[in-house]
C-alpha cells in the first residue's frame, strides 16, 4: 500500500542492480536513476570501464547529494559463483537491493545458413538467456524478502520484427518475454513487477549490422570513429528499406522507461513486452 500511495519518480532509497557493458543505453539508464536517488551496482566483465562510469557518476552524486551512488562490481555471469558472489556484493554494498535490470544484450550477427553459425552458440546462450535467469534467481531472495522489487529485460526490438541475420540472437533472448509473463505471475503476491522494455536501433546494433563477428569493431574490438560512423550509416539506410521510419534511439528515452517501471508510478505494470522504438514499427 505504500508504494501504491507514493506515485511519483522518487527512487531514493532503492538499489538497483545493472548488468551488462557500458553502453549507450546502459550509461543513460544508470545516470537517470541515480539522478533520481536510486544507488546503483554495475556488473560487468571490464571493470575497468565500469569502474571509470561509476567514479563519474560519484563525482556527479559530488555536486548533488540527492543523487544516488554508484559501484563497479566485476563478475563472468556464464559462471553461477560469480551470479551469487556479485547480488551479495551489491547488496551488501549499499544495504540490499530493489531493481534489477539486465542490459546484456549482445548484437552478434550471422546468418543461419552460415556454416559457422553455431560456433558461438554456448556463449551467445550464455549471455542472452542463461546469466539473466541465474541472475534473476539470485536477486529474488532480496526483493521478495523487502516484499517489493522491480525486475526489468531489455531486448532488441529490432529482433522481434524479423530482419535477417538475427535469427540467433531472437531465438536466445525472445525467450525472455514469454518468461517474464509467467514469472510475474509466480511473485505478484511478493509486490515484485516483471518487465521487458524492448528498445529500437542503438548505435551498437547498428555497428554490429555491418560488421560480422570477428571483424574490426565487432564486439567491442578496435575500430575507428570515422569507420563506426560509416558502418552505422550504411547500416541505417540498409535497415530504411523495409522500415522507412527507422532513425536510432535516444539512450535517454530508453532510460526514462526504464525509470518509470522502476518507479512507484509503474507498480501496475507487470508481465509486459514494451516497446521503445521511437515509431519504428
Known amino acids: ?13 532503492r538499489t538497483a542492480l545493472l548488468t551488462g557493458p557500458c553502453t549507450t543505453i546502459n550509461q543513460a539508464i544508470a545516470t537517470k536513476l541515480t539522478s533520481l536517488g536510486c544507488n546503483i551496482a554495475l556488473i560487468d566483465r571490464n571493470i575497468e570501464k565500469s569502474s571509470r562510469f561509476a567514479e563519474q557518476l560519484m563525482n556527479t552524486r559530488e555536486i548533488n547529494e540527492r543523487f544516488g551512488r554508484a559501484v ?3 563478475a563472468d555471469l556464464s559462471k553461477s559463483h560469480h551470479v551469487q558472489d556479485a547480488a551479495s556484493r ?19 550477427v550471422r546468418e543461419f545458413r552460415d556454416p559457422q553459425a ?16 541465474m541472475m534473476t534467481h539470485a536477486v529474488l531472495k532480496f526483493l521478495e524478502g523487502r516484499k517489493r522489487g522491480r525486475i526489468i529485460y531489455l531486448q532488441h526490438d529490432i529482433v522481434r520484427l524479423g530482419i535477417e541475420k538475427n535469427g540467433i540472437l ?11 509473463r509467467i514469472l510475474s505471475r509466480e511473485v505478484a503476491p511478493s509486490n515484485v513487477t516483471v518487465n521487458v522494455v524492448s528498445i529500437g536501433v542503438s548505435e551498437e546494433f547498428l555497428i554490429q549490422q555491418t560488421n560480422p563477428p570477428g571483424a574490426p569493431g565487432a564486439r567491442g574490438q578496435g575500430a575507428s570513429t570515422t569507420e563506426n560512423r560509416a558502418s552505422i550509416n550504411d547500416s541505417l539506410s540498409a535497415l530504411k528499406q523495409s522500415f522507412p521510419r527507422a532513425t536510432m534511439i535516444d539512450p535517454d528515452r530508453v532510460a526514462n522507461v526504464v525509470a518509470f517501471l522502476a518507479s512507484p508510478l509503474g507498480a501496475a505494470m507487470t508481465g509486459q513486452t514494451i516497446s521503445a522504438n521511437q515509431g519504428l514499427a
Do not use: C
Open 118 to 133: 553455431l560456433e558461438d552458440l554456448d556463449r551467445l546462450m550464455d549471455v542472452n538467456l542463461r546469466a539473466p535467469l
Open 1 to 13: 500500500m505504500a508504494e501504491q500511495m507514493d506515485a511519483s519518480f522518487k527512487l531514493s532509497e
Open 170 to 180: 531472437a531465438a536466445t533472448r525472445g525467450g525472455l518475454s514469454d518468461f517474464t
Open 72 to 74: 563497479a562490481i566485476q
Open 90 to 108: 551489491a547488496a551488501e554494498a549499499f544495504g540490499g537491493l530493489d531493481i534489477f535490470i539486465d542490459g546484456l544484450l549482445t548484437t552478434d
